[in-house]
């Protein structure tokens, strides 16, 4: 069977601003180009973006279309195969892989394959911060699927298969919106298997291949693979870090210019900045909406961790009465609650539901009735007073370790703190972030470069620092990147220590 090649210029692509740039005016001492190349290639494999399996272009094509010596493309070649990232067998071409042994190897492996990244039982003592979200609340998802498993027996007579959700969850979820000054009704809501599963149903039956779909720039990651994998094209509009907000003209323009039908935002304390947008702002983008006839997809997966602000209005509750916009909301329990717990929903107008419903069937049949249950039980009143109020007091004081351990570790790193969420957007005196995600690991830390939050390369000044995980492991994650920072900017050659514990 032939073996898959990866154009040149597709990697080129995906490898962005690979090379060491200027620094505060000045040109920083850098990597040697062998070495950086094979670093971002090797992120790009722990990334997912190449594919285990498929051959690295020739030396030739790659050296022509980087514009660099095929010498430098031989060494990092050959970086990468004694790292044990590519494997050369006589008379084939080498094709990529994961390294068997070794720190690098049991780190890309634990992390890829359900190890630290994705709490399986990795004795790797890499500290993870590609993933924003919390340890489950023990006690309260204990006892909510100890009710589950009660009231299941009262569901084993049917065949199972909600497409749209039992009942009784899309009552709780209509509940929680008419609490929230939204009023919904169980036939305005389809449960998911989480939220990205809930903006795959959606994209998949309201955006057309080639359709133009607008997103905030950044964003979150998994967002635009979704909206790439189904053939639609997202277009970016800025976030503004100096105003902690969206650029509503430019969201309304860009509408007009690009005739698009379709925008994927996060307005509630935004995934990467914790920015939220305040009311006027959703009035005025459910108006953008309506004038434009582009239909909204909210993701408001983060609603509920408003750490100096409130829980804010659904912005479908400012499109109401005659000429209103079609607003689709999703939301899911992962950030809230446990993302273990993988139990999304949809909330939009009753023929849109019947329409996702029909469609569904493609993807699935249905969301695990367990599951639902054990939301239902979390959803009541009295557990979301007693679990979030607690959730967002342990956030605020890991926000605030992670601030801490920053300016006494990285005093040159800035950062406009927003009001909830789980994450601060780092801004880096330097376009080194898809470098410092490189090199990291080998100091005990597992980054999201900031290129992964938006198109064509952006963001290289930028890395996403979630606060999700405990005081002390935030403090000695920054330790460690604080070390791969200075190998980076001191332009020395990357040292290979042990991973820190």
């Known amino acids: 069977m032939a073996i898959r090649v990866l154009g040149a210029t597709t990697l080129a692509r995906d ?20 070495r950086a190349l094979a670093d971002n290639v090797r992120m790009l494999v722990a990334d997912g973006r190449i594919p285990l399996g498929v051959a690295l ?6 050296a022509g279309v980087l514009e660099l010596s095929r010498t430098t493309i031989t060494s990092a070649y050959a970086v990468l195969r004694d790292e044990g990232y590519l494997i050369s067998r006589q008379g084939s071409r080498s094709t990529v892989a994961l390294p068997e042994s070794g720190a690098a190897g049991k780190l890309l492996r634990g992390t ?17 911060l590609t993933c924003a979200s919390m340890s489950a609340p023990v006690e309260p998802m204990r006892r909510a699927y100890a009710e589950g498993l009660d009231a299941l027996p ?70 635009i693979e979704a909206i790439k994998r189904m053939g639609a094209r997202p277009v970016p509009v800025a976030v503004r870090q100096e105003t902690r907000g969206w650029d509503l003209d430019g969201i309304r323009s860009t509408a007009r210019q690009t005739a698009a039908k379709l925008a994927y935002l996060v307005p509630d304390f935004h995934n990467p900045t914790g920015f939220c947008l305040d009311d006027e702002g959703r009035a005025e983008l459910a ?15 983060m609603a509920d961790l408003g750490l100096d602000a409130p829980t804010p209005t659904p912005v479908a509750a400012f499109s109401r009465g005659a000429g209103r916009a079609d607003i689709v909301t999703i939301g899911s329990t992962s950030k809230a609650f446990w993302s273990g717990l993988r139990i999304g929903w ?7 539901i019947s329409a ?30 007693e679990v979030l109020p607690e959730r967002r007091k342990q956030l605020r004081r890991q926000r605030a370790a992670l601030l801490d351990a920053v300016a006494t570790e990285l005093p040159d790193w800035r950062c406009t703190p927003g009001s909830g969420g789980m994450a601060l957007w780092m801004q880096l005196p330097a376009p080194m972030s898809t470098a410092l995600a490189a090199t990291s690991p080998y100091h005990g830390v597992l ?55």
Not at 461 to 480: F, M, N, Q, S, W
Request: proline letters at 6%; aromatic letters at 6%.
């Open 287 to 301: 108006a953008i909406a309506r004038d434009t006839r582009m239909t909204l997809i909210i993701d408001e997966t």
């Open 57 to 62: 272009p020739s030396e030739r094509d790659l």
């Open 154 to 223: 009262a569901y084993l007579g049917g065949h199972g298969i909600e497409p749209v959700g039992l009942p009784v969850l899309r009552q709780a979820i209509a509940e929680r919106y008419c609490r929230r000054g939204l009023p919904t009704v169980p036939e305005q809501i389809m449960v998911t298997a989480g939220a990205q599963h809930a903006l795959v149903l959606v994209l998949g039956l309201l955006a057309a291949p080639g359709e133009r779909v607008l997103i905030d720039h950044p964003t979150y990651t998994n967002a």
């Open 15 to 34: 490898l962005g601003k690979w090379q060491d740039a200027e620094s505060g005016g000045r040109r920083r001492a850098a990597r040697p180009a062998y």
């Open 346 to 352: 949809i909330r939009a107008e009753a023929p849109l």
């Open 112 to 128: 890829m394959f359900g190890g630290s990244a994705l709490g399986g039982a990795s004795t790797d003592p890499a500290i993870d």
């Open 447 to 501: 980054l999201a470069a900031g290129p992964r939050f938006g198109l064509e390369g952006a963001f290289e000044r930028y890395i996403r620092l979630p606060y999700a995980r405990g005081e002390d492991e935030l403090r000695a994650a920054v330790t460690g990147i604080a070390a791969a920072y200075r190998a980076l900017a001191g332009g020395v050659e990357v040292e290979r220590p042990a991973l820190v514990i």
């Open 356 to 385: 996702l419903a029909a469609s569904r069937s493609a993807l699935d049949l249905g969301t695990a009735v367990v599951e639902q249950l054990a939301a239902v039980s979390m959803f009541e009143v009295e557990v979301e007073d």
